[in-house]
């Protein structure tokens, strides 16, 4: 079983790239954009909700020179087979990347964040139960807003 260190990066100046613009990629930038604006999408169709928003958009297929300069890569695809071929090619350069929906593959996860001022509360099921994870931030949200923090 693959256990995830709980870490902070640093990545405010830092290259990110998505590849996929759908939903899944869309609930994942909105996590990041928080913390680095220095984000690439590439796909053939991005989401409504992601168009204009400030990022570099490329319109296109996914290809391996995609991933020269960045730091992080999220494989947010729809396609098994496209997925696993970003986490190889990026393992070749030595690129970490988050494999949505296949925890196997991933080098990295994003848990669910509570900041609060110079406070950060990372939520994770080391990538096994997301649902649960977000459930517990709202749990753990709420009880801070009724305490008054």
């Not at 990629?25 to 409504?48: G, Q």
């Not at 695809?77 to 970490?96: F, H, M, Q, V, W």
């Not at 196997?104 to 900041?115: C, M, R």
Request: with cysteine.
């Amino acid at each position: 079983m693959k256990v995830f260190l709980p870490i902070n990066v640093r990545i405010d100046d830092k290259n990110i790239l998505f590849v996929g613009g759908g939903k899944i990629a869309m609930h994942k930038i909105k996590t990041v954009e928080k913390y680095s604006r220095n984000i690439t999408l590439v796909a053939p169709e991005i989401h409504e909700d992601l168009k204009g928003a400030g990022f570099r958009e490329i319109y296109k297929e996914y290809e391996k020179s995609d991933l020269a300069g960045f730091f992080l890569v999220y494989a947010c695809t729809n396609n098994l087979e496209i997925n696993e071929r970003i986490k190889k090619d990026a393992a070749e350069r030595g690129i970490l990347v988050n494999v949505v929906d296949n925890r196997e593959l991933s080098d990295f996860i994003s848990p669910a964040i509570i900041k609060r001022g110079e406070m950060t509360v990372a939520i994770s099921s080391n990538g096994e139960n997301v649902k649960k994870s977000v459930e517990w931030r709202k749990t753990i949200e709420s009880m801070l807003d009724n305490a008054g923090m």
